[in-house]
């Protein structure tokens, strides 16, 4: 069974920077894409960054480019989110997810993932 777990959310003020992780287990990680995902109460899950199974390509969503470096590093399962120059409006559950297809390039779509973490919190202050 594959496990996604994340770290690194909470309380940060407008400005500020916080870098969040994600750790997996239950299958070749090195194989698949990855995704961050963040959600608000009443609106649909927004990809943030998608990086490709190999860390060769990247996706981010238009609201968080030049801010958002999404990374990985297959060595230690692991891929990460760094955040930067935070906005209010960034806040939202962060989630990272693993894609279906083996040797994929980025997805930015929900059903191109198939396992989910259980989310962090980011609040950003202003």
């Known amino acids: 069974q594959v496990q996604l777990v994340e770290s690194g959310g909470g309380l940060v003020q407008a400005g500020g920077s916080l870098r969040l992780s994600c750790a997996a287990s239950?299958?070749?990680?090195?194989?698949?894409?990855m995704g961050w995902f963040r959600q608000t109460p009443g609106k649909e899950r927004e990809c943030v960054a998608s990086i490709s199974y190999n860390g060769g390509s990247t996706y981010y969503g238009d609201s968080v480019k030049g801010r958002f470096t999404i990374s990985r590093d297959n060595a230690k399962n692991t891929v990460y989110l760094q955040m930067n120059s935070l906005k209010p409006e960034d806040t939202a559950v962060y989630y990272c997810?693993?894609?279906?297809?083996?040797?994929?390039?980025?997805?930015?779509?929900?059903?191109?993932?198939?396992?989910w973490g259980q989310g962090t919190q980011v609040t950003v202050s202003s």
């Open positions: 239950g299958r070749t990680f090195n194989r698949y894409p």
């Open positions: 997810a693993a894609g279906r297809q083996q040797w994929g390039s980025y997805n930015r779509w929900a059903y191109e993932y198939d396992y």
